[in-house]
């Protein structure tokens, strides 16, 4: 059935409080929609607690520290490190008490590999991407990492079927060499869509060995990574829907076609004063280009709605309300799979 999730970020700074919040807002969903609870991000924590510092936390064998410019590879863990690990820790911690008893469907969001790749520092020098070695080192130890936090869920939460959800926002920038230097006078070399898709095929691998059932890939909003994803072992593509085009659709044709699934985030629920949320058009943006590319309304049964991270100084009651509103999304979208 169709089901929802989210991509991870979440307002504030409690860890228990956040993790109980979306484990029960999403066991508690109609019984047309699949709730998938989501390990929670929480960025309002700093560095140490943000994409990027829950994914260089996982990193084996790889440690990193923070510089002026951000993370970068170190020559051996330091405080920064420590400090991330330990909030890795203490959302394992949480999720265990949140989830205790819980049987079904869990997603896993993650830093991918090359997006961390075009974001993290080499201990001495530019960019991990400007090195092809580093970045294979990167890819490696991201893969056991991930592969060892699916390992720790299935742990904590026994009865948890783990979905990895791999965010890689900058991956169209990697595949089309558009990602700056330090310098800001070239750009890093690109990285062909053959390198990233058997990357990505050993990767999910890696992680289905831990015991992950599947694994997704998000390329953010750009459609262009998905011939990658199509090329891969992974079994769904994720992509912000609310602005591809007709050509992106297409894309997303040939992908489900193919025999991907698609994990789509919606755009926030619009409103106004006299007829409040509009569930009705957040469901459209994805029922009508789908309709118009042809493809089967049965094939809607398995597309995931995902939440989108929270804008910058939101609130948990205002990340909870937009999580009820694309249920009600789904459960339009559960209807139109039906019909």
């Known amino acids: 059935m169709t089901a929802v999730s989210g991509v991870g970020p979440w307002p504030g700074t409690d ?29 309002a924590r700093g560095p ?28 051996r863990p330091g405080r920064d490190l420590e400090r991330a690990r330990a909030f890795a820790r203490e959302d394992l911690d949480a999720l265990a008490v949140a989830a205790h008893g ?5 997603v896993l969001p993650v830093l991918g590999p090359f997006t961390l790749a075009a974001e993290v520092y080499l201990a001495r020098g530019d960019k991990i991407l400007s090195d092809p ?15 060892a936090r699916v390992a720790d869920v299935r742990r904590v939460v026994p009865g948890a079927d783990v979905r990895v959800l791999l965010r890689e926002p900058l991956l169209a920038p990697v595949l089309a060499g558009a990602v700056p230097g330090f310098s800001g006078r070239a750009p890093l070399r690109r990285v062909p869509g053959p390198v990233v898709a058997e990357a990505l095929s050993a ?19 750009s459609w262009s990574a998905l011939a990658a994803v199509r090329a891969s072992s992974v079994d769904a593509a994720a992509l912000a829907v609310g602005g591809i085009g007709e050509r992106g ?22 409103s106004s004063q006299c007829a409040g ?24 049964r398995d597309v995931v709605l995902l ?33």
């Open 15 to 43: 860890a228990l409080e956040a993790a109980t919040t979306v484990v029960g807002d999403l066991v508690d969903t109609p019984d047309e929609v699949e709730g998938l609870p989501f390990a929670v991000l929480l960025p």
């Open 48 to 75: 140490w607690g943000d994409a990027t510092g829950a994914a260089v936390a996982l990193l084996a064998d790889l440690p990193s520290e923070l510089g002026p410019h951000g993370w970068k590879l170190a020559d």
């Open 203 to 221: 990767l999910a691998d890696t992680v289905r060995t831990a015991g992950a059932s599947a694994v997704g890939m998000h390329g953010g909003s």
């Open 277 to 300: 949320p509009d569930v009705a058009g957040q469901a459209d943006v994805l029922l009508r280009p789908w309709r118009t590319v042809g493809l089967p309304a049965a094939r809607l």
């Open 307 to 339: 939440a989108g991270a929270p804008p910058e100084g939101a609130a948990p009651d205002a990340a909870r309300g937009a999580l009820a509103g694309l249920v009600r999304a789904a459960s339009i979208v559960a209807e139109r799979a039906e019909g």
């Open 249 to 270: 659709w297409e894309e997303v044709a040939g992908l489900v076609e193919a025999g991907k699934s698609l994990w789509a985030e919606l755009p926030s629920q619009a």
């Open 102 to 106: 819980y049987a079904g469907g869990f």
């Open 133 to 147: 070695g580093a970045l294979r080192d990167v890819v490696a130890s991201s893969s056991e990492g991930i592969a």
